[in-house]
């Protein structure tokens, strides 16, 4: 080996040079937001690598975040405003050119049919992206446009519906205590792959893996058996079956009188309604539904009572299906009815640097069911409305109908409901407008595509996700890198897009008349005042070890702010009048209706699921050649042997899977890693566009499957149905 120490400045290693420096920063691409160490010589990011001071990542990261530095470099990155043509070519032009136009355009509509006809829609990488997604839900919010579209409505409404119904506010959201349960129960979540949602913990792996180790269990329902479920005791169940089992669950609960009264009477109004909603699960047919035996049920619920801590967490498995707000409801039912609410071990409350549940329930800010959509007459949800109604939104005639739209961070063509309709759509729109890094299958209907600064050009909080981690801690974190080419932060397009139209991109008090002054209000000072003067914040000197931003920028790291999550907080987190968790409700009884008198369509009698794997996520690396090696990043579907038998096809043929939304035909894997009657595929394929990696890798887009008729979706989120879909297979050779 040779030591680096000893060679010419020229020749060493570029980390060790002279004019190489290293910055921390954090990884944006999922919630897990591992801390990282970039590399950094001549203005460029040359590596990544996991940070070993980060108090939650500890020293912990994928091969996605330390990949992520190509995508800056990619030779197809969007880095200029391109117009695209009547020939759907796109041609560079300069930000006034462009600019002048998007305001020109967008004055004309608002002045001849109002500014309700403006929307926007963002995806959810302005989770990590706390200027652009302050500024574009502030642009929504000054328009008055009801036409508000993001990815929470094909993810997590139905955590935020549940949550305003148990809690009093929509943001307010459990965590599993893993590090200390003794009892986890992972309902469709493959927390080793996905490395938690939802929930924040460095190492998950390894955090999961210690559970039995300490004399615990870990128990993974899934329909495959993933990657976490190999690790585990793995039960499999039916797609779309979870409130069957849950709701059994609790009523095994009940029937053998296994709740924790003191907890309950303590802690919760309205336990008779939910017992009443316990009696309408019928334990057989349960067990027929999902798949899972009667006496496993039985056993799962007994076990979850006499466990001393116990964890109940479900993801997209869970909340994907078609009563999704009904699922997380349940979820939070086992927990709240064996005691295991805001307990050490068992479901606690985050403690962020920003009190964005505190914020949003005593504001007003966050919220739902405080206007409806205009054609389905559907509710909001955090001044959201679902995606699976945009394309109506665009298409149906009448006063309100969408005209322009405003998209950042957001492939809504591959990863909305109902895909080939939302496409179709977007071609009707007299504008669109989206910022990104690449001409993709969405992108190339625009008119205009503008090059936004991506995560590591640009300043970085993690909005969302530092309250969901387990470990609470604080960063905010400076550029690495200035941005390529005349890439912007979203943040300033934003706001030269709304200069154009006369107002400020911001929804604070008398901040329409400071810009109107010249004073223009920043996103990030909004939220740096706002942590100020919060639990941790320095109330403006007052508090000499308090957080500020310009602290935290000038540490560029995370500071620790507790080893766990506190407990005994319930009376803080619960933000109805009487501080108690509300257990009787209308919405959920609805919705169990609902799930009773639903019945199997004999035409489709499988069920589909969506597959993650390691080295992808959603759609947006298919780009990074690194990661699109190997069989894994191929889209195809996995059976059981006897299904494939069933169908008449073998590993590697053409499968064509039907639903009653739409036809597709991919590669099968055939494998028993999944149960019968169910076929996974892989999702986030079917690139067009200019992104040509990502578009070479072919396959098919599992969204052409899903339905984005309101009648399927969840009702009392408007979260899309895309998990347990009924589908038909056959061998694509013989049809």
Known sequence: MIDSRHLPADKAPASERSDTTQKKTFCCICEASCGLTATVRDDRVISLAPDPDHPSSRGFACSKGVQFHEVLADPDRVVHPMQRMPDGSFVPRTWDQALDDIGARLRAIRDRHGAQSIGVSYGNPVAWNFNGSTAIAGLAEVLGTKHRFSSASVDVNNYFAAADMLYGSTMVNPLPDYAHTDFALLVGTNPVVSKGSLVTTGRIRDTLVDIPRRGGRVIVLDPRRTETARLFEHVPIRPNADPWLLGAMLRVLFD?????????????????????????????????????????????????????????????????????????????????????????????????????????????????????????????????????????????????????????????????????????????????????????????????????????????????????????????????????????????????????????????????????????????????????????????????????????????????????????????????????????????????????????????????????????????????????????????????????????????????????????????????????????????????????RAVAAGGANYNVLTPDDPRYIDQPSGNAFLNGIPVRVENASVR
Not at 550 to 564: E, F, N, P, S, T
């Open 256 to 692: 053998e009188d296994l709740v924790d009264e003191a907890a309950i009477a303590r802690q919760t109004v309205g336990i008779d309604g939910l017992r009443t909603l316990a009696q309408s699960f019928d334990v057989d047919r349960a067990a027929r539904e999902s798949g899972v035996p009667v006496a496993t049920i039985e056993s799962l619920a007994r076990d979850l009572a006499a466990a001393r801590r116990a964890s109940v967490h479900g993801r997209c498995g869970a909340s994907l299906g078609q009563f999704s707000t009904l699922t997380k409801f349940l979820l939070d039912a086992l927990a709240i009815v064996t005691g295991n609410l805001d307990r050490r071990g068992g479901m606690v409350f985050g403690d962020p640097m920003v009190d964005l549940d505190g914020i949003g329930a005593k504001s007003g800010a966050f919220g739902r069911n405080r206007w409806h959509t205009r054609v389905h007459g559907i509710g909001e949800v955090n001044g959201t409305a679902p995606l699976a109604c945009l394309a109506e939104e665009i298409t149906t005639p009448g006063e309100g109908r969408l005209r322009a739209l405003i998209g950042l961070s957001s492939n809504i063509v591959t990863s909305s409901p109902g895909s080939a309709r939302t496409a179709a759509a977007l071609d009707q729109l007299d504008l669109m407008v989206w910022l990104d890094p690449y001409v993709t299958e969405t992108s190339r209907h625009a008119h205009w595509i503008l090059p936004p600064a991506l995560w590591l050009e640009r300043e970085g909080m993690p909005i969302f996700t530092q309250g969901q981690s387990l470990i609470p801690n604080a960063q905010w974190v400076g550029p690495v890198v200035a941005p390529r080419g005349e890439a912007r932060s979203d943040a300033w397009i934003v706001d030269q897009i709304a200069r154009r139209l006369g107002i400020l991109p911001l929804a604070v008090p008398g901040g329409q008349l400071l810009a109107k002054l010249g004073l223009r209000i920043q996103p990030h000072t909004v939220i740096d005042l706002t942590m100020r003067i919060g639990k941790y914040g320095d109330w403006f000197g007052l508090r000499p070890k308090g957080l500020s931003r310009k602290k935290l920028m000038a540490i560029q790291g995370a500071v620790k702010l507790a080893d766990d999550c506190a407990v005994g907080v319930l009376d803080k987190k619960i933000f109805h009048p009487d501080h108690r968790v509300h257990l009787d409700q209308p919405d959920m009884k609805t919705e169990t209706e609902r799930l009773v008198a639903s019945t199997d369509d004999a035409l489709y009698p499988m069920r589909l699921f969506s597959v993650r794997t390691l080295r992808s996520h959603n759609t947006w690396l298919h780009n990074v050649p690194r990661l699109m090696t190997g069989g894994e990043r191929e889209c195809h579907a996995i059976m059981s042997r006897s299904d494939a038998a069933a169908a008449g096809v073998y590993d590697r043929d053409s499968l064509t899977i039907t639903s009653q939304w739409g036809e597709i035909t991919v590669p099968v894997v055939v494998s028993n890693e999944v149960m019968d009657g169910t076929v996974g595929l892989t999702h986030g394929f079917g690139h067009a566009g200019g992104w040509r």
